[in-house]
Structures are given as C-alpha cells and as structure tokens.
C-alpha cells in the first residue's frame, strides 16, 4: 500500500501573490537548498512510513528536511524557534510550502531521522566530489569543544555520590520503619504521603548507584589502559608483572578521583576544558576540512577531551565518505601521538602533524623509544613541511568558526553520543551547503 501524504505542491498558483516562487529573490539560500535536495535520494526518509497506519497523514520528508536545513544553515536550531520562523519568515514559508509543523513535530522528525540526514551529509559530500569543489589533496583536522545540553546543576563528584547514597539508604529505611507504625501513628501525620516519599527517594537512589557504577566502569577501563590490575594492591607494576620501584597509586583499582563528575541530563557528555578557562560538560567536536573549498568532508564527536587519538578514525571517516583517501593530512599538536603515527605508517596518507616544543631542532627525542615522533620532527624542519603545514591554519580553522560565529552552534540540542553525532552531521551539512551556494561552479 502506498503511503498517502498531505499536499504538497512547491508550485502551486496563488491569486496573490502569483506564486510562492515570487517571494524571494533569485539566487536565495532558500532555493539552492531546495533544488539540492530535489537532487538527492530521500528513499531512506520515505522507508519509514512505507508500511503506513493509522493516525494522520505525515508531512512530506522533502518539506520537512528542506526546512530543518534552512534552519540549520540560517543558526536557528530550537523546534520551537523553527515552528514560529514557519509562520513570520518569508522563506521558510517558501520552503514549506505554507505547510505548518508544530515543535514538536519537528523535534520528533529530528530526532527519528537522525540517521538518514547523516547519509544526506555523505550525499552531498560525493555531489560536491563530482562539482570539482573536493579534491582531497590536503585535509587539515580540527576539534573543538561544544557544550553538550547538560545541566551543571544536574551533576554530582563521586564523593558526594557516597555520601548521597548512604543518606538516602538511611532516610528509606527510616520511612519503611515508620511505614510500619500503627493506624494511630499515621493519624499524627495524615499529610505525609509514605508511599510517594519512599518511592521519591529510591527513584533519587538509583539514578546515583546508576551514575556512580557508570563512572567506576569508565575508572576500570582507564586503569586498565594504563596497565593497572584488579587486585595489584596498589603498587605500579612492570609487564612481568613485578612491583616497580616507583610510588604507589593513590587510588585503589577502578575507584574514581572524589572530584570525578557524571551528568544526570546527558551521562555520556564529559567535563571537558573550555577555551578561556573553566570547564563544562561538553563534547569534542572533529572536523576534516578539505583545502579546494572548505567544505567539511568528514564530521565525528568524541567523548575524549585529547585529540591525540582521533587521527585514525577521522581518516577512516573520510574514506568512507569520499570513497577514497587524502594524500597529506595536517593537524596542530594536540594530536601527536607516537603510536597513532606507527598505525598510520602504511596508511598511504602524507601525516603533517605539530610537536610543539618537541618539534624544536634542537630538542633531542628518544629515537629508539619514539622513531616516528622523530621522523615527524625532522619533516617538521625541512622546507616542504613548514610549506605544508603553514595551510594548516587557514584550512582547518575557519569551519569551525563559522558554525560558532556565523551559524551561532555552541551548545547541542540532543543528548546522548549516537544522537549528538547525528546533529554534529547536520550542521555541518548545513554549513556545507551555505558554502557551496556562494561557488561559481555551482
């Protein structure tokens, strides 16, 4: 049975104006997102309502993505603020053809189709490939950090997550005592509702147990990385597993730091530094941009808040993107890391990555122990590599300024890492699209 949509009819004849295509100037962002679109392949969008059902006619997906990306490329991201654009802005009622979405609705299309605008991200990537606007000859990879929609006051330290647990283990079993009291009892306190308040307090408790085991399985697997056991009684260990000479850890294994933080709002944003000083809960947002015309071919979200390990899966992203890989890959000092440069030894990509003060000619670096690091430094010093990694820069630099100056993205709307990816995708879809509006070429 095939799906029945409400109308939708971008060239509809109206008395006045004439037609919707009349209210906007020719060469708009509006229409170079709406015949883009038009271009590409929305079969994944129309998939999910293909079994149909009861309930109302859905709005047609070209409609809603066309203006969701509008929405996105003009910095208006709440549901709400779209919803109301629908109604006072000339060209999102272009775009929509006069059809109206309420927030909710539009949060709900978001949210449900996170992965189809992601493939939408990689649909453009290949047209822009065949435009002649990508060229994959130097990427330049950058991260930067955006806030994730996590309350600071929604947060608790592992401390005070014993301390709240042991309180409200308490307070239940004092109000199941007093849950036990006789009728006359209760006639004293007909106002407390026993039941309610019990259940209050173990809702509270299991979101911190919850919390509290996420964060010392988080503490496991970074004590393991680090060579550490169950069991080692404290003392650093060598690879035979003979207690070194050095002193011994302050924690015991997989306990987290008193001072270590989880989000009650979104548990898998982490506390990351901000530029400027202090620290929130964020994300770390990557981008590979590549130097033909700024366009972001690859687009990832990291919970880690180094960048020295995302390298490989940033390389892999735009492979998989593009169909093929970069000859040079650029990227500042954050990303240094002697093992990812021995991973990345027979990738067949050029690495052009920044040592800080190891980069110095005169700083000697253990060849034997850090070979790569080494190699780094002296294509570091030569000619040819200062060339390639002045670009850096005005490569890698400017996306990530635009959608934080010029789009106005610095918090995320979702929340959780699949969800937040998904959006990082479509802004930069978005972007990409503003972008490429304003070539000749296109």
């Not at 006045?16 to 906007?24: C, F, G, K, N």
């Not at 629908?86 to 996170?114: K, Q």
């Not at 950090?145 to 005070?160: G, I, V």
Request: a positive charge; charged letters at 30%.
């Amino acid at each position: 049975m095939s799906t029945s949509y409400r109308p939708y009819e971008p060239s509809q004849q109206r008395l006045l104006p004439e037609a919707l295509q009349d209210w906007l100037p020719e060469g708009h962002l509006a229409y170079f997102i709406s015949d883009t679109l038009d271009g590409l392949d929305l079969s994944a969008f129309h998939a999910r309502y293909a079994k149909g059902g009861a309930g109302n006619q859905p709005f047609h997906p070209l409609m809603m993505v066309k203006v969701l990306l509008y929405a996105y490329a003009t910095g208006v991201f709440s549901s709400r603020k779209i919803a109301r654009k629908l109604h006072e802005d000339v060209a999102f009622r272009v775009l929509a053809a006069e059809n109206y979405p309420a927030h909710r609705t539009i949060s709900d299309f978001r949210a449900l189709h996170l992965s189809e605008l992601s493939g939408l991200f990689v649909q453009v990537l290949k047209l822009a490939r065949e435009l002649g606007l990508i060229k994959l000859g130097t990427v330049a990879i950058d991260g930067t950090k955006l806030k994730a929609n996590a309350s600071r006051h929604k947060a608790m330290s592992y401390e005070r997550m014993l301390q709240a647990e042991a309180e409200l283990n308490a307070q239940i079993k004092a109000l199941l005592d007093k849950a036990e009291c006789t009728d006359e009892a209760e006639r004293h306190e007909p106002e407390l509702d026993l039941p309610a308040e019990i259940k209050r307090r173990e809702d509270r408790l299991q979101a911190i147990v919850e919390a509290k085991a996420r964060l010392e399985a988080r503490q496991r697997e970074a004590d393991a990385a680090r060579g550490r056991r169950e069991g080692d009684d404290r003392k650093a260990r060598d690879k035979a597993g003979k207690p070194t000479k050095g002193r011994p850890y302050k924690r015991e294994f997989g306990v987290p730091e008193a001072s270590d933080q989880e989000s009650f709002t979104d548990s898998d944003s982490r506390i990351m530094k901000r530029a400027g000083g202090g620290f929130d809960y964020s994300y770390n947002a990557q981008t590979a941009v590549d130097e033909t015309a700024h366009l972001i071919v690859a687009a990832e979200v990291s919970q880690e808040a180094a960048d020295s390990g995302e390298l490989p899966g940033m390389l892999a992203a735009i492979k998989a993107n593009v169909g093929e890989s970069p000859v040079r890959a650029v990227a500042d000092a954050g990303y240094r890391n002697e093992a990812v440069f021995e991973q990345l030894n027979q990738s067949g990509v050029e690495l052009i990555v920044a040592l800080g003060r190891e980069g110095k000619a005169q700083v000697q670096i253990d060849a034997a122990r850090r070979p790569r690091t080494v190699a780094m430094q002296e294509k570091l010093t030569s000619e040819a590599g200062q060339t390639a990694y002045r670009k850096r820069k005005w490569i890698a630099e400017p996306p990530n300024g635009w959608i934080k100056a010029v789009l106005g993205f610095r918090q995320f709307s979702l929340r959780g890492l699949e969800k937040v990816r998904g959006e990082f995708k479509l802004v930069c879809l978005a972007l990409n699209l503003r972008r490429m509006a304003t070539m000749p070429t296109v």
